[in-house]
């Protein structure tokens, strides 16, 4: 292999895929990543068996070859390198590659590309087209409610549902539940229901653009595979096996009070209020208050025995009757860091039910957050 590429295109394409290196695998060829030609671009690879990134960039290709090289040596050295042009030769006898860059050369020893894992090649065909910038949202709206524990595995996943041309993304752990929809442009021929890792939605979250460019997505059910195709850049997961919670159970029909707020008014009263209560398990105490022809407000209140008191009063419409209920304040923060309308809704019937939280005028989006103990 010989190839010339550009030093910011290589070093973007490493931060890209350097994100799915294992760094605790006892295959050491699973801390590389593969570099290879691939009809006239640079490919680069990395996995971890159960996350794949692939990223390609334009080179001038002098001669086709393959080969893994450890992640952290390459992908510091590259940074390090002027903004010039970058010429890898490897040295197939000894699986060395040369990197050239002005006046820097650096010999890496790597591994041969035959023992790297192969990526599956999706068939596009009969892929599912999605809008990049809303599918991002989706996911961004979503993702932060899976769980992080390893207990259960189902709940580390985002649960994907699509019926004719109703997606659903869905996530929980528990204590809260986030729930996006969206219609497809097309049908789909066969519905579906996956669940895919959280941290694999996250990464292609963290590599998809703004722009108005389209995602394909391949499922390879016979392999619980399932692949994400952009432009220069393709993800594969490993899809999680088990049944996810039936959330709907959970959904509140009703509620007794609803109160509209401005989203970033209390936005900034929870992390006013997370301050002092990240001391005492984020509890907060949220006294809802209609005031009849008068505007109502909520006061959140956050007590920390070590760190003091905060108090914040917020001024919102309440339709409904007087209810203190308390919850997690990261949890509140988390989901209002994701609602894009002005105002938000909050639905509440008592002080031991959950409360559900939407943008006002959307109900595209919910989210099922648990009461805390007033105590």
Avoid at 84 to 96: F, K, S
């Amino acid at each position: 292999m010989k190839t010339t590429v550009s030093q910011q295109q290589l070093a973007h394409g490493l931060g890209i895929v350097s994100r799915a290196v294992s760094p605790r695998s006892t295959l050491p060829v699973l801390a590389n990543i593969m570099a290879a030609t691939d009809e006239g671009r640079l490919r680069l690879s990395a996995t971890n068996l159960e996350l794949g990134i692939s990223c390609w960039i334009g080179a001038k290709i002098a001669e086709e070859g393959s080969t893994t090289i450890p992640a952290r040596t390459f992908t510091d050295l590259v940074s390090t390198l002027p903004n010039e042009e970058v010429t890898l030769a490897l040295d197939t006898r000894t699986q060395t590659l040369n990197v050239r860059c002005g006046a820097s050369i650096t010999d890496i020893k790597g591994i041969d590309a035959q023992e790297f894992p192969p990526m599956p090649v999706p068939d596009l065909s009969n892929g599912l087209e999605l809008g990049v910038a809303e599918f991002k949202e989706m996911i961004q709206q979503v993702v932060f409610a899976a769980s992080t524990e390893d207990a259960r595995p189902v709940l580390q996943g985002v649960q994907m549902s699509v019926v004719e041309n109703q997606i659903t993304l869905a996530a929980t752990d528990g204590f809260r539940i986030s729930i996006r929809k969206a219609t497809l442009a097309t049908p789909v021929k066969s519905p579906f229901n996956i669940i895919i890792p959280a941290r694999a939605l996250g990464e292609l979250a963290r590599i998809a653009g703004d722009g108005d460019q389209k995602v394909i997505m391949a499922l390879h059910l016979d392999r619980s595979q399932v692949v994400f195709h952009l432009p220069n850049t393709e993800l594969v997961s490993q899809l999680i096996d088990g049944s996810f919670p039936d959330y709907k159970l959970i959904l509140p029909r009703s509620y007794k009070t609803r109160t509209i707020l401005s989203t970033s008014a209390l936005l900034k009263a929870c992390r006013q209020a997370e301050i002092i209560a990240r001391e005492s398990n984020n509890v907060v105490r949220m006294d809802i208050k209609p005031m009849g022809e008068e505007p109502g407000n909520v006061v959140i209140d956050a007590l920390s025995e070590e760190t003091g008191r905060s108090n914040v009063s917020v001024e919102a419409t309440v339709d409904g009757s007087n209810l203190l209920i308390a919850f997690n304040v990261r949890y509140l923060r988390e989901v209002l860091e994701v609602i894009k309308t002005p105002n938000v809704v909050l639905e509440t019937t008592a002080n031991n039910t959950p409360g559900l939280i939407k943008p006002v005028d959307d109900e595209d989006y919910q989210h099922v957050i648990m009461p805390m103990h007033l105590g």
